[in-house]
C-alpha cells in the first residue's frame, strides 16, 4: 500500500464519492478507481461497496478507514517536524542593501521575516550599489538588494519590485502647492541630492537625459552621505531633490514637503547573488519570503509589482 493510494481511499470516504474524491485530489477519475483496485488487490479483499451506485464501507473498509486515518495523521506529523528541522538548520543570513532599501523599504520585510525564522541569525550590510556588489562577489554578503538592476554578468539578478522617484520641495520653495511644475522647468531651482553611487540619482540623471536636459543645468548645492539629510535639507530650505517616495513618505504625509505631482518615474528593486555559487538556505528562504510577500502586496498597490516590473526610467512628461 502505498500513501497515495491511502489518501484517495480516505479522500474518497469522506467526500462520498469517487468523482468529488477525483476532483478535490486534481487527478482523473479513472486513477481514483485504479488506486482503490490496487488496495483491493494487494490485500484480496473490498473496501467499498459498489452496490446501488453507491459506495459504502464494508466491514475492512471499517478498518482502513480508521488506522488509514491515523497513519495520514502520523505522516503530517512527520512532514512538519522534518520541515521544522529543516528550518531549524538554516543558518545565518549576511545581507547587504543599498541605503535606501536597508533604512526604509525593507525594515517592515526584515522584522516579519525575522519573527517567522527566529532561529535564523541575521546580518545587515549597508552601503552604496558597488558596495553592495562587491560583497556579494567576495561573499561577505550571502545576497544584495538593490535599488536598481546590476548589469554585470557575474551576478544573477532578480527583479523584486519597482518605487515611485518624485521630485519634493520644502514649504518654503516657491514650487510649494504648485502642480504645473514640468521637466524644463527644473533647472529653474537649486538642487541637493545623495553622493555618487545612490542609484536613485542616477537614474534621474538618466530621466533628466531624456528630457532634454544636461547635468550641467542643474546647480547642485551640495551632495550629502545619506538620504535623512537631503530630506531635512529640502524640508528646511528652498532647494529641490529627487528621492525614492518612501523615503519622503512621512513627510508628505505631514505637509512638510510637497510632491511634484508631474515629475516622477520608477525605478526597480532587485535581489543580488553571485553567478555559479548556490545560495544560502536562509538565503533562500528570505528570497522566497519576498517573492511571495510582494506578489500578494502586487495585488492590491502598483509600485510594488513582483511581476512585469519595470526596469527603466518611464519616459518624462
Same mark, same amino acid.
Given at each position: 500500500?502505498?500513501?497515495?493510494?491511502?489518501?484517495?481511499?480516505?479522500?474518497?470516504?469522506?467526500?462520498?464519492?469517487?468523482?468529488?474524491?477525483?476532483?478535490?485530489?486534481?487527478?482523473?477519475?479513472?486513477?481514483?478507481?485504479?488506486?482503490?483496485?490496487?488496495?483491493?488487490?494487494?490485500?484480496?479483499?473490498?473496501?467499498?461497496?459498489?452496490?446501488?451506485?453507491?459506495?459504502?464501507?464494508?466491514?475492512?473498509?471499517?478498518?482502513?478507514?480508521?488506522?488509514?486515518?491515523?497513519?495520514?495523521?502520523?505522516?503530517?506529523?512527520?512532514?512538519?517536524?522534518?520541515?521544522?528541522?529543516?528550518?531549524?538548520?538554516?543558518?545565518?543570513?549576511?545581507?547587504?542593501?543599498?541605503?535606501?532599501?536597508?533604512?526604509?523599504?525593507?525594515?517592515?520585510?526584515?522584522?516579519?521575516?525575522?519573527?517567522?525564522?527566529?532561529?535564523?541569525?541575521?546580518?545587515?550590510?549597508?552601503?552604496?550599489?558597488?558596495?553592495?556588489?562587491?560583497?556579494?562577489?567576495?561573499?561577505?554578503?550571502?545576497?544584495?538588494?538593490?535599488?536598481?538592476?546590476?548589469?554585470?554578468?557575474?551576478?544573477?539578478?532578480?527583479?523584486?519590485?519597482?518605487?515611485?522617484?518624485?521630485?519634493?520641495?520644502?514649504?518654503?520653495?516657491?514650487?510649494?502647492?504648485?502642480?504645473?511644475?514640468?521637466?524644463?522647468?527644473?533647472?529653474?531651482?537649486?538642487?541637493?541630492?545623495?553622493?555618487?553611487?545612490?542609484?536613485?540619482?542616477?537614474?534621474?540623471?538618466?530621466?533628466?537625459?531624456?528630457?532634454?536636459?544636461?547635468?550641467?543645468?542643474?546647480?547642485?548645492?551640495?551632495?550629502?552621505?545619506?538620504?535623512?539629510?537631503?530630506?531635512?535639507? #529640502? &524640508?528646511?530650505?528652498?532647494?529641490?531633490? %529627487? +528621492?525614492?517616495?518612501?523615503?519622503?513618505?512621512? @513627510?508628505? $504625509?505631514?505637509? *512638510?514637503?510637497?510632491?511634484?505631482?508631474? #515629475? &516622477?518615474?520608477?525605478?526597480?528593486?532587485? %535581489? +543580488?547573488?553571485?553567478?555559479?555559487?548556490?545560495? @544560502?538556505? $536562509?538565503?533562500? *528562504?528570505?528570497?522566497?519570503?519576498?517573492?511571495?510577500?510582494?506578489?500578494?502586496?502586487?495585488?492590491?498597490?502598483?509600485?510594488?509589482?513582483?511581476?512585469? @516590473?519595470?526596469?527603466?526610467? *518611464?519616459?518624462?512628461?
Amino acid at each position: 500500500m502505498t500513501f497515495e493510494q491511502l489518501r484517495v481511499f480516505l479522500e474518497i470516504v469522506r467526500s462520498g464519492s469517487f468523482t468529488k474524491a477525483a476532483a478535490r485530489l486534481g487527478i482523473s477519475q479513472a486513477a481514483a478507481s485504479a488506486a482503490v483496485a490496487a488496495l483491493e488487490t494487494r490485500y484480496k479483499t473490498h473496501f467499498l461497496d459498489r452496490k446501488n451506485r453507491q459506495d459504502q464501507l464494508t466491514p475492512a473498509g471499517h478498518i482502513l478507514l480508521e488506522e488509514g486515518e491515523k497513519l495520514q495523521a502520523g505522516f503530517e506529523a512527520f512532514r512538519s517536524r522534518l520541515a521544522q528541522l529543516d528550518q531549524e538548520h538554516l543558518g545565518p543570513l549576511r545581507l547587504a542593501a543599498s541605503q535606501t532599501a536597508l533604512r526604509y523599504w525593507l525594515p517592515p520585510l526584515i522584522e516579519t521575516f525575522a519573527r517567522q525564522h527566529p532561529q535564523i541569525e541575521l546580518s545587515l550590510h549597508e552601503g552604496s550599489t558597488t558596495q553592495v556588489a562587491n560583497a556579494v562577489a567576495i561573499g561577505a554578503a550571502d545576497l544584495g538588494v538593490l535599488e536598481q538592476e546590476w548589469g554585470e554578468s557575474d551576478f544573477v539578478v532578480e527583479r523584486l519590485g519597482t518605487y515611485r522617484l518624485v521630485v519634493v520641495v520644502g514649504t518654503r520653495h516657491p514650487w510649494s502647492g504648485r502642480a504645473d511644475i514640468e521637466w524644463k522647468d527644473l533647472p529653474q531651482s537649486d538642487w541637493v541630492s545623495q553622493q555618487h553611487g545612490a542609484a536613485h540619482h542616477e537614474l534621474f540623471t538618466q530621466a533628466l537625459a531624456q528630457a532634454g536636459l544636461l547635468p550641467s543645468e542643474m546647480d547642485h548645492i551640495v551632495r550629502f552621505p545619506s538620504p535623512e539629510a537631503v530630506v531635512s535639507a #529640502v &524640508q528646511h530650505g528652498t532647494s529641490a531633490a %529627487a +528621492l525614492p517616495e518612501c523615503a519622503v513618505a512621512s @513627510a508628505l $504625509a505631514t505637509g *512638510a514637503l510637497w510632491r511634484l505631482p508631474d #515629475v &516622477q518615474l520608477h525605478g526597480t528593486w532587485s %535581489a +543580488l547573488s553571485y553567478q555559479g555559487r548556490p545560495l @544560502a538556505p $536562509a538565503a533562500r *528562504a528570505f528570497l522566497g519570503f519576498l517573492r511571495d510577500t510582494l506578489a500578494q502586496e502586487a495585488l492590491g498597490t502598483h509600485d510594488t509589482t513582483a511581476q512585469g @516590473a519595470r526596469t527603466a526610467a *518611464a519616459a518624462p512628461r
